[in-house]
């Protein structure tokens, strides 16, 4: 970190969401309400998927691992955006700054790989389901999270050191709730269109081009399944439309941070808070009241704790 020497800056002012008071109020109880939600619900899942062994399978290893990063990602910037509706001096430290971009894009970019491996589980499972044991063995599975976290830090390092050298020397006013590479990048007192350049070539190819692997592949999915059967069909296409519901809802903000950057606009902070605590909760929401398995489970798992009160 030799480059934050020649840094002036030693904390940023993030501007947060500006609103009226009663709109402040409005806004904590949604943002509060939704991380009580990510929490106890993704918690919840990985306690699920751990404890019965019914569920450990690829699909639900893989779930539980996203369950996860979905808790982590919400993590980094929830709390403080949180806590800091209400303060009136919103500062944040330039390695606090810079640690939160870090891992902003670790379990960002994590998220994305897993997401494919999910796709491709579920593509193993519809399309090839008399290989699916032998393709999705445990070694497979445990090899996908391995890479899914290898390529989240490879994508959250590359952009990082891009930015840690960066002199900061005057304005220090994030335009945003929490830390990230463009608002904090275009702060930096020297020509940062590079910057910006690896910015939309990094985040916004890997975004961009997760969104349009997991797009093919449930097309590649729903037309397998129409050769078969159209009951299989309708049931496929309901599980499948939750999944891109989400894809879209996750991927959606990525466009408009890192593609398509419209900084008059500050459409992209109000659509960061989608992936920051609206996509963490849907994963739950949807593996939890849409499945079958999952609620068999649920219900065995509730026996099980009430049955160990009485004999206890
Ligand atoms: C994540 O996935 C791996 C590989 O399948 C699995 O062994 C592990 O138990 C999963 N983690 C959780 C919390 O379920």
């Not at 997760?210 to 496929?236: D, E, N, P």
Request: aromatic share 14%; with cysteine.
């Amino acid at each position: 970190m030799d480059g934050a020497n020649d840094s002036v800056v030693t904390e940023f002012v993030l501007l947060g969401l500006s609103a009226s008071w009663e709109m402040k109020v409005l806004l904590f109880l949604f943002f509060f309400s939704f991380y009580v939600g990510v929490v106890l619900g993704n918690l919840f899942i990985v306690f699920t998927v751990v404890c019965d062994s019914h569920l450990h399978s690829p699909m639900y290893f893989l779930l539980a691992n996203l369950s996860l990063i979905d808790l982590g990602l919400s993590s980094t910037t929830a709390p403080r955006m949180i806590t800091d509706i209400f303060s009136e001096h919103k500062v944040i430290s330039f390695p606090g700054c810079m640690i939160q971009m870090f891992f902003v894009h670790v379990m960002g970019g994590t998220e994305m790989v897993l997401l494919i491996a999910m796709a491709y589980d579920r593509y193993t499972a519809i399309c090839k389901p008399l290989h699916y044991l032998t393709i999705m063995n445990h070694k497979t599975c445990i090899s996908f999270v391995v890479v899914a976290w290898v390529i989240g830090v490879i994508h959250a390092v590359s952009q990082f050191v891009c930015i840690v050298n960066l002199p900061f020397c005057g304005p220090n006013k994030v335009d945003s709730f929490y830390c990230d590479f463009p608002r904090v990048a275009e702060l930096a007192c020297t020509d940062t269109d590079w910057v910006e350049d690896v910015v939309t070539a990094n985040s916004g190819l890997i975004s961009m081009g997760t969104f349009f692997l997991l797009i093919i592949s449930y097309i590649f999915i729903l037309v397998t399944v129409r050769h078969h059967s159209s009951a299989g069909l309708s049931k496929a296409f309901s599980t499948l439309s939750a999944h891109i519901t989400v894809v879209f809802l996750f991927f959606g903000p990525c466009f408009f941070m890192y593609v398509w950057e419209f900084p008059t606009l500050s459409l992209d902070k109000f659509l960061a808070i989608l992936d920051f605590v609206v996509t963490p909760l849907l994963n739950p929401a949807i593996y939890t009241f849409r499945n079958k398995d999952m609620k068999v489970a649920m219900k065995r798992l509730s026996r099980k704790i009430v049955s160990s009160k009485d004999s206890s």
